[in-house]
């Protein structure tokens, strides 16, 4: 990736135009978190791609929001989303809160100062990077979950999208009564019809059409942070 200070020319992908109530705030991870810029250099043309820690926690907290409107037998897994955006809010609030402006200077910062348990549980059991992995892994549930519900029939359960991206995604990381109590939280979704209202983005075709824009983007998301947590072993930090 070229660093930002070699650019001659950068272009920011502008927002897309959608985004009403807490869905709105897919926006975080659709548009804001995620800065592409094209960096135009003598002969070269290349993209640099960084992950905005402030909009990647504000699109978490959106979401929160959401899934806390959808009752409380949701609260244990709210909490523990709730907990890993605070733990994250810290660090960027801290007095090294600028090594924390994106998910890349995160890692290189917690790397280079040996600040996390790589092999096993140890002095630093909430780095930055152990944190982030958690919410990485559940936004790779999230992606599977919206692309579900985007290409669903008006009759398809959201419990059965929310189960089956679940037990292709977060399931694999979760001991037996963890994946148990989801399981049955997910029999409390609401229908489709109700799930899309609560959204609060409109009609069921312009969720349609959101999360046509907004499934892409969180994807592009999700595998810039999948591949630099692989190119420093950090995919399965204890
Ligand atoms: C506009 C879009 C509408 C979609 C609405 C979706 C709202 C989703 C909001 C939050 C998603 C939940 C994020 C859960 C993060 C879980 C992180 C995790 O894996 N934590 C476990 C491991 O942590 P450590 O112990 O290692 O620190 C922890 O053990 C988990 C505890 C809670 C259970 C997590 C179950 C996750 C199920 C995900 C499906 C959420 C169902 C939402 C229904 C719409």
């Not at 640099?48 to 926690?57: A, L, T």
């Not at 995604?169 to 997910?186: C, E, Q, T, Y």
């Amino acid at each position: 990736m070229c660093s930002l200070s070699d650019s001659v020319t950068l272009h920011p992908i502008p927002p897309p135009a959608f985004g009403r109530g807490e869905a709105g705030l897919l926006y975080s991870f659709a548009s804001f978190s995620l800065q592409r810029f094209l960096v135009e250099k003598k002969t070269q043309q290349h993209y640099g791609r960084e992950i905005y820690m402030e909009h990647y926690v504000a699109g978490w907290k959106g979401l929160i929001k959401l899934l806390n409107s959808l009752g409380s037998v949701f609260g244990f897994i709210s909490k523990d989303a709730a907990s890993k955006t605070q733990i994250l809010m810290n660090f960027l609030d801290s007095k090294n809160g600028s090594e924390y402006a994106t998910v890349q200077s995160m890692v290189k910062f917690e790397l280079d100062n040996e600040l996390v348990d790589v092999n096993k549980k140890g002095i630093y059991p909430e780095s930055g990077c152990r944190t982030l992995l958690r919410l990485h892994r559940a936004l790779r549930w999230l992606e599977l979950f919206l692309d579900r519900l985007r290409t669903s029939k008006e009759d398809d359960k959201t419990s059965v999208m929310c189960r089956e991206a679940y037990n292709e995604s977060l399931a694999h990381h979760h001991p037996f009564m963890i994946r148990k109590a989801a399981g049955l939280a997910f029999y409390s979704l609401p229908g489709r019809p109700g799930f899309l209202e609560v959204m609060n983005v409109g009609s069921p075709e312009q969720v349609v059409a959101m999360l046509g824009e907004a499934v892409p983007l969180i994807s592009e998301v999700y595998t810039i942070t999948e591949e630099l947590y692989q190119k420093h072993n950090l995919l399965d930090l204890p």
